[in-house]
């Protein structure tokens, strides 16, 4: 070979070399962010299913409030109706309320605190959270609501009542709506979520605070429940939709 040949092929050479790593080079990097990314992402997401020791009964720390429209806007309720009302504060008492719905045509009414629980007032091992405090505080438990009042409340004669877990009692928000309505007339089917808790007397202490109503003996779902575990139990209670 000329030497001019073998200088230009060595040139050649080189440069394919250098553009090869260029591209390695912009590759590593965009996937060393994309991997930071999903990190960052993974971290910003509160824990779905935190195991809460028996001795709490939290349910699962973080989430945000749930948000449902009250039952009966704009519409009044068949008379003998079924109403879901509940207080979710990570989503998983929703979730179950949800399947109620479904497996019934039930309205439903979301108890809102008129200040929301947030993640870090939920975390029951921060012995200076809202929620320790409240527990440790039984005054502190009467927990304003954005709304006690459901439209057409007379209307209903079977409602659902749902919360999550706290210290072996219903959520206090709970209590709060429970204590400012008449069930007088109306069967109350309790039911609640919790990571390790059962129902334990949460619907008789609820019962004792309403003092009217057929309060039934309720059912406690896990955290995650399915929905045809909901489904099955709401027809054994004969309440299908139709």
Same mark, same amino acid.
């Given at each position: 070979?000329?030497?001019?040949?073998?200088?230009?092929?060595?040139?050649?050479?080189?440069?394919?070399?250098?553009?090869?790593?260029?591209?390695?080079?912009?590759?590593?990097?965009?996937?060393?962010?994309?991997?930071?990314?999903?990190?960052?992402?993974?971290?910003?997401?509160?824990?779905?299913?935190?195991?809460?020791?028996?001795?709490?009964?939290?349910?699962?720390?973080?989430?945000?409030?749930?948000?449902?429209? *009250?039952?009966?806007? !704009?519409? $009044? #309720?068949? /008379?003998?109706?079924?109403? %879901?009302?509940?207080?979710?504060? &990570? @989503?998983? =008492?929703?979730?179950?309320?949800?399947?109620?719905?479904?497996?019934?045509?039930?309205?439903?009414?979301?108890?809102?605190?008129?200040?929301?629980?947030?993640?870090?007032?939920?975390?029951?091992?921060?012995?200076?959270?809202?929620?320790?405090?409240?527990?440790?505080?039984?005054?502190?438990?009467?927990?304003?609501?954005?709304?006690?009042?459901?439209?057409?409340?007379?209307?209903?004669?079977?409602?659902?009542?749902?919360? *999550?877990?706290?210290? !072996?009692? $219903? #959520?206090? /928000?709970?209590?709060?709506? %429970?204590?400012?309505?008449?069930? &007088? @007339?109306? =069967?109350?089917?309790?039911?609640?979520?919790?990571?390790?808790?059962?129902?334990?007397?949460?619907?008789?202490?609820?019962?004792?605070?309403?003092?009217?109503?057929?309060?039934?003996?309720?059912?406690?779902?896990?955290?995650?429940?399915?929905?045809?575990?909901?489904?099955?139990?709401?027809?054994?209670?004969?309440?299908?939709?139709?």
């Amino acid at each position: 070979m000329k030497p001019w040949k073998r200088i230009f092929s060595c040139l050649l050479a080189g440069a394919m070399l250098l553009s090869l790593a260029a591209c390695s080079g912009r590759d590593g990097a965009a996937d060393g962010q994309s991997d930071s990314q999903n990190q960052e992402q993974t971290a910003a997401e509160p824990e779905a299913d935190a195991a809460v020791p028996e001795s709490a009964g939290v349910e699962t720390t973080g989430g945000a409030e749930a948000d449902a429209a *009250p039952a009966g806007e !704009g519409d $009044a #309720a068949e /008379p003998g109706g079924v109403l %879901v009302v509940y207080y979710s504060a &990570t @989503g998983n =008492t929703e979730a179950v309320a949800g399947y109620i719905v479904e497996a019934t045509g039930a309205d439903t009414f979301c108890i809102t605190p008129s200040d929301p629980y947030t993640e870090a007032d939920l975390n029951w091992r921060d012995e200076s959270s809202r929620v320790v405090y409240e527990h440790d505080n039984p005054d502190a438990q009467t927990v304003a609501l954005t709304a006690t009042e459901v439209p057409n409340w007379e209307d209903y004669d079977t409602v659902f009542l749902g919360y *999550p877990i706290w210290w !072996g009692e $219903a #959520a206090w /928000p709970v209590s709060t709506f %429970v204590a400012a309505n008449d069930f &007088t @007339g109306k =069967t109350v089917i309790p039911f609640c979520t919790s990571s390790s808790s059962g129902l334990g007397s949460s619907g008789e202490l609820l019962a004792e605070l309403a003092g009217t109503g057929d309060w039934q003996e309720g059912r406690r779902f896990r955290s995650g429940a399915d929905e045809s575990d909901v489904a099955d139990w709401v027809r054994g209670l004969g309440l299908s939709a139709q």
